[in-house]
Nanobody, 115 residues
């Protein structure tokens, strides 16, 4: 089945940036539509971004223009670049191979934005 592994989270000030990465052992990510979701404390998990195998991207309105999802096929990784971070971006970020945890969920990576 493989294991999704997210990394790159941390504590950052409002307006700062982070780059999250996602790996999926035993799978070639370039062939899989990949998603990022996030879950803030006390809230439901929500869609953040998606990239198809062709490289087409979609974003939640709340992050459009600030976040960028992209692949590094040579590293078999998918990234989420977070810029102009806001306090409301604070959450645990998860990647998903296919929509809504189709292949399970990883541990996620915590992003905390301090004001």
């Amino acid at each position: 089945q493989g294991q999704l592994v997210e990394s790159g989270g941390g504590l950052v000030q409002v307006g700062g940036s982070l780059r999250l990465s996602c790996g999926f052992s035993g799978h070639i990510l370039g062939r899989i539509p990949m998603y990022w979701y996030r879950q803030a404390q006390g809230k439901q998990r929500e869609f953040v971004a998606r990239i198809t195998s062709a490289g087409d991207t979609w974003y939640a309105d709340s992050v459009k223009g600030r976040f960028t999802i992209f692949r590094a096929n040579d590293r078999n990784l998918v990234y989420l670049e977070l810029n102009s971070l806001k306090a409301e971006d604070t959450a645990v970020y998860y990647c998903s191979a296919g929509p809504e945890g189709s292949s399970g969920w990883g541990q996620g990576t915590q992003v905390t934005v301090s004001s």
